[in-house]
């Protein structure tokens, strides 16, 4: 069966360093992934989206997310954190299982950002 | 301005009454979904529409139910029988399902509903 596994909770960075989410995947096939971000009591905005092309993909307001097949992670990255990236990010796989199309979801990595 | 709206955005019911959520699309797209989220948990999957006047159960359909008389709207009642039904109840859409170059899915902003 197909899964993913966000590998914190919560991270805390400060304004203008690096961040990092990491996300592991577990799948059979070639995985379709996704990164989605929640701003507090919004809905969920994509930010970029793995579909067998290119291993490093870019998405929006600076994250990209590299897929490595041999170590089954999708982790996301931007080089400097602003205040206005706080919010929770989700890592997302699409089922090639049973019901194909439907999502899994990760349960979520929380980003602040500290000034 | 095309997009998916959820009304409304927050929602309160006593125990026992049934309430119905709104969401409505405007991007022509095929698909339509209801997820349910919790406080430090992923989305779950309620229910899913590939066409009009078709849907299919998700992972946690109990207590909920759906309709799809419309490309546009997939209002989901929530219903006296689901036993903890207070949550933020996310709807999203996709182009179309089954093949991973359009089906992509976009959220609405959500509604939050609390059972007093």
């Known amino acids: 069966a197909q899964s993913v596994t966000q590998l914190d909770s919560h991270v805390s960075v400060s304004e203008g360093t690096p961040v990092l989410l990491r996300c592991n995947y577990s799948s059979s096939y070639s995985p379709s992934l996704f990164w989605y971000v929640q701003h507090p009591n919004k809905g969920l905005q994509l930010l970029l989206k793995?579909?067998?092309?290119?291993?490093l993909v870019k998405g929006i307001n600076g994250f990209e997310a590299e897929f490595k097949k041999s170590e089954t992670s999708f982790h996301l990255t931007k080089p400097s954190a602003h205040m206005s990236d706080a919010a929770e990010y989700f890592c997302?796989?699409?089922?090639?299982?049973?019901?194909?199309?439907?999502?899994?979801f990760g349960k979520g990595t929380k980003l602040s950002v500290k000034p | 301005d095309g997009g998916i709206t959820q009304s409304p955005k927050y929602l309160f019911r006593k125990e026992g009454q049934n309430v119905t959520l709104s969401c409505e699309q405007n991007?022509?797209?095929?698909?339509m979904y209801w997820y349910r989220q919790d406080p430090g948990q992923g989305l779950r999957l309620i229910y899913y529409s590939q066409i009009v006047n078709d849907f299919q159960k998700g992972d946690i359909a109990e207590g909920y139910s759906v309709s799809r008389e419309k490309k546009e709207s997939f209002p989901l009642t929530v219903t006296s029988a689901q036993k903890n039904p207070t949550a933020f109840y996310l709807c999203a859409s996709s182009l179309d399902r089954g093949r991973p170059s359009t089906d992509t899915q976009y959220f609405g902003p959500g509604t939050r509903l609390t059972v007093l």
């Open positions: 991007l022509n797209h095929d698909a």
């Open positions: 997302v796989v699409r089922s090639s299982e049973g019901s194909q199309g439907n999502l899994i």
């Open positions: 793995y579909t067998s092309a290119a291993t």
